[in-house]
């Protein structure tokens, strides 16, 4: 008696054939998913927080001590060295980014930076000389359109090649952090706006401006979310000009001021919706939300433990009796000319003037964010082109 008739045999054949083909798809997708990107260019987009020197080269130039760990000169960072781009960049087998702004000795052969110190999502009434950047996001993006559609048609007459190529473009990893001066400028607001309803506004022009890059070919979107803005030393009742005593719960357990910490916490979780959002939309693009404010209160929390001074210090400023000079400045307090100079080991503080990272802190982040411990989905950046619902 035969085990199994003709069709009956023919059909497990054909099962076998379909389950076989399924487990060898399986396995090239696993496969496909555990070999790192193959990045040939990064584009950044942000605040001075990843400024590698845009401001500085549009407008007045940084000035030592900034710059004076690594560089050992000002490099158009607001730190005492490299910051977390730089090291993003590096990771990824980068040089540093150069700076869009910036046109002498520049190359871009793997990338560039368009992000501005002072930079907003939303267009801001200010100009450079009250604390404002004419750098938007929108801005920075349209300047990332032209730099594209320029070097597209350059490309075919390029002898020594100094920018990507036409094919980069889509193949590259987009980073962007910003939205902690938006922030800022809502909080001063506090009880004149509605600010759930102005965090909505901002997050909804961010989502534009990422619709206008995935437009021009962008496929893998690396962005991260505002820190705690509340534990930087400048916004401590200790640094602040009025040097009032706050109220009970105004603190919380690390002396950051709560009620910007909140801020930036509503605006972090309106910002993932919206990477939601563009996930749902754009289903063959890879979006990757990283937590930096959980990334940089974990510092905070353990900043002994981690070798750092208590987080509140700034080693480059001048604070005293309520009057706080910026690193680097010049002025008469009291009758005495002071020179507020950085402190003798930078490494060892976590702020370096009070609103920008130290090198060392910006290292400690870097080295936590770039293996996505604090990413959604939980994805490394090298291999984080490989995420996405299609």
């Known amino acids: 008696m035969p085990l199994c008739s003709v069709k009956m045999c023919q059909l497990k054949q054909f ?21 790192p990107c193959d990045f040939p260019a990064i584009f950044n987009f ?33 730190s005492d060295g490299r910051l977390i781009i730089d090291f993003i960049a590096n990771h990824l087998g980068f040089p540093h980014l150069s700076a869009y702004m910036d046109s002498i000795g520049t190359s871009f052969s793997h990338g560039a930076n368009f992000a501005a110190g002072s930079s907003t999502i939303r267009r801001q009434n200010k100009t450079f000389f009250d604390g404002g950047s004419p750098f938007t996001l929108e801005i920075q993006i349209a300047q ?4 594209k559609a320029r070097t597209g048609k350059l490309d075919k007459q390029a002898n020594g090649r ?12 987009y980073t962007l952090d910003i939205g902690q001066n938006d922030i800022a400028a809502a909080l001063q607001k506090v009880g004149e706006e509605d600010s759930e309803a102005v965090i909505t506004d901002i997050v909804d022009h961010f989502g534009e401006q990422v619709k206008n890059l995935y437009n021009q070919g962008a496929r893998t979107f690396w962005i991260h979310n505002t820190g705690p803005i509340g534990c930087l030393p400048v916004a401590m009742p200790i640094h602040n000009a009025n040097n009032h005593i706050p109220v009970a719960g105004y603190l919380d357990q690390n002396g950051c001021v709560k009620v910007q910490n909140d801020m930036a916490k509503e605006f972090n979780k309106k910002l993932k919706d919206i990477v939601v959002k563009l996930r ?3 289903p063959d693009a890879s979006f990757i939300y990283v937590d930096m404010f959980s990334a940089k209160y974990e510092l905070i929390s353990n900043a ?28 008469t307090i009291n009758g005495k ?24 802190a910006d290292m400690w982040i870097a080295n936590r964010i770039v293996n996505g411990s604090f990413s959604d989905p939980p994805v490394p950046i090298t291999h984080s082109c490989h995420y996405s619902l299609a």
């Open 15 to 35: 099962v076998s054939v379909i389950l076989l083909s399924l487990f060898l798809v399986m396995q090239a997708e696993e496969l496909k998913s555990s070999q």
């Open 46 to 78: 942000g605040d001075s927080n990843s400024d590698t020197g845009c401001m500085s080269a549009a407008f007045y130039p940084a000035i030592l001590p900034y710059g004076e760990t690594f560089f050992h000169e000002a490099a158009g960072r607001s």
């Open 144 to 147: 990332h359109n032209q730099f």
């Open 162 to 173: 100094n920018f990507p190529r036409p094919e980069d473009f889509a193949k590259a990893v």
């Open 280 to 282: 749902t939309l754009f």
């Open 304 to 331: 002994k433990k981690e070798g750092f001074v208590d987080p509140s210090k700034i080693c480059c400023g001048h604070h005293e009796d309520g009057n706080h000079l910026y690193c680097g400045n010049k002025a």
């Open 337 to 360: 000319e002071i020179l507020a100079s950085s402190c003798d080991d930078p490494s060892s503080y976590m702020s370096w003037d009070g609103v920008h990272y130290t090198e060392a």
